[in-house]
C-alpha cells in the first residue's frame, strides 16, 4: 500500500536520454533527486535558496527498474517518508507514468540530518520531526 | 523585433545547478536542444519517437548569457525560424523569465537537412519549407 | 575480501559538481555505469561499438555514499563480479581515492542478461559465464 | 593559425552519449568548459578549490560541430587566449582527435572578469594580463 499524498511531476528532456534510446539510469536518481527537494520545499522544511540550509545530506540511494522511460513519457515522481530515525530518515521513491499509473521505478534514499557549516551530522531537529510525522506519519 | 509564436516551458531541476549555483552553461544548451526539437514536434515535423527519422543535425549553436538561471526560476524557451536555405535553417533562441518577460539568455543554432540512414546532408524537404515558411515566415 | 582485479580511472570534470561543491550524486551512478561498460569491455563481452549488442540490461542499482568527491580529487572504480546466475549477475563498485585508497563510495548493480533485438531477457550466454568466472569466479 | 599551446584530455563517458549514438551537443560545451578551466589551473590563474575565486563569468559561447564524436573516440581539448580587452577575454577552442589530429568540433568563449563576492565585473587583473599574455599572446 505505497500510496504517496506528495507527487512531483518530471519533464523529460531529450537531453535525458542515452545510446539506448530510452532515460539513462543515473537520470533516474536526477529526478529522485529532485522529488525529495520538492517534498522537502512542499512542507516548508527548505526554501529553494539557501544551499547551505538544505540540512541533509544523502547516505545511500537505491532504484529498482521496471520499465524503460521514454521520451514521450509523461512522469510524476513519488516521494513518502518510511522511516525516522534519531539522525536518520528513509524516504520511499515511485517513478509512474502519469497517464497510466504504471511503474517505470521504485527506489528508496537514506538521508542524514546534517550541519554543513559545521560539517557533521545532528539529530533531526525537532521542527523537521513533528513536520514529517504530521505529513506521513501515518 | 524577437518576438516568438512558440515558446516551451524548462523545469529547472536541482542538478541542472553547478557549484556557483546557477544553472550550469551547458545546461543552457540542453534548454535549446529541447525547445528546438519542441518546436519541430509542435509542428509535425519530427513525431518524437523513431531517431533516425529526425531530419536535421546540428552545424552550429551560439549562447549569450545576460543573467544567472537559479533554481527558483520559472523558465520559458522560444524558437523561432529565421533564416531558411537550400540545406540549413537558422533558428532564434530565447530563455526567458516565464514570471517577468526577463531575458536570461539569447542563442542561434544552424541546422542542416541530414538522412540519418544515407549518413548524408540533403535540402530542406518541402514539406518542412512550406511548414516552417507558413508558421514563422513572416 | 572486496579486492578488485579491475579498476577504471574516473577524471572528474568541473561539469560533475553541484550546487553543493561536491560531485553531484546522480554522477556516481554515471561513474558506476563507465566502470561497468569498461569492465565488459576489459573482458571482450562488448566491444564498444553497437549498442544493440550491449547484451545486459540494468535491473537494479545501489550506492553508498562514505566521503564527497570533490574537483581535485583522482578516482578509480573497482568493478567485480560477485554472484552469476540463471539469467543475472551481480556487480560490486567502489569508488576510491586513486592517490590514498580511501573509499569514497560504494555500491551494487544488478544486471540481467538482456536480447535487445527481442526485447527479451535471456540466460547469460555460455561464454560470458566461462569469461566471467574465469576472471572474477575465486 | 590555430595551434594550441594547451591541450587536455577529454576521456568520453557511456553517459555522454545520446539518443544518436554519439556525444549530445550539450556535453561538447562541458568539455570546452573543463578545457577553460584546466587552462586557468595549468596558468596558477585559479587554484582549482575555491568557487568564489575562480574571476572570469561566461559571457557567450559559440560550438560549431564538425563530426561526431564517439564512445571509443580519444579526444583533446585545445584552448589558446587570442583577444584581451579591459574586462574581458575570448578563448579559441578545438576538440581534435588525440590520434588522428582531426577535428570534431572548434568553438569560442567570451570571459568577463567577475568579482563574485561584489557581484560586479571587474577590469582583468594585472597578473592575469601578465599570465595570460606572457603564454598566449604571441
Known amino acids: 500500500m505505497q500510496e504517496f499524498l506528495f507527487y512531483h511531476p518530471i519533464v523529460i528532456r531529450y537531453g535525458d536520454l542515452d545510446a539506448q534510446r530510452h532515460v539513462n539510469n543515473a537520470r ?3 529526478f529522485l ?3 525529495r527537494v520538492q517534498y522537502l520545499k512542499n512542507l516548508g522544511l527548505w526554501d ?3 544551499f547551505d540550509e538544505i540540512g541533509i545530506i544523502l547516505l545511500e540511494t537505491t532504484c529498482t527498474f521496471k520499465a524503460p522511460i521514454r521520451y ?3 512522469v510524476r515522481a513519488g516521494v513518502k517518508m518510511i522511516k525516522l ?3 536518520s ?14 511503474t517505470f521505478a521504485t527506489g528508496r534514499s537514506i538521508l542524514v ?3 554543513y557549516a559545521a560539517e557533521t551530522s545532528i539529530p533531526v531537529p525537532d521542527h523537521w520531526r513533528k513536520t514529517l510525522l504530521t505529513y506521513d506519519g501515518k
Open 28 to 30: 533516474y536518481f536526477t
Open 33 to 35: 533527486e529532485e522529488a
Open 48 to 50: 529553494g535558496t539557501d
Open 72 to 74: 514521450e513519457h509523461k
Open 85 to 87: 530515525g534519531n539522525k
Open 89 to 102: 530518515m528513509e524516504l520511499l521513491h515511485s517513478l509512474e507514468d502519469a497517464e497510466t499509473g504504471d
Open 113 to 115: 540530518a546534517y550541519d
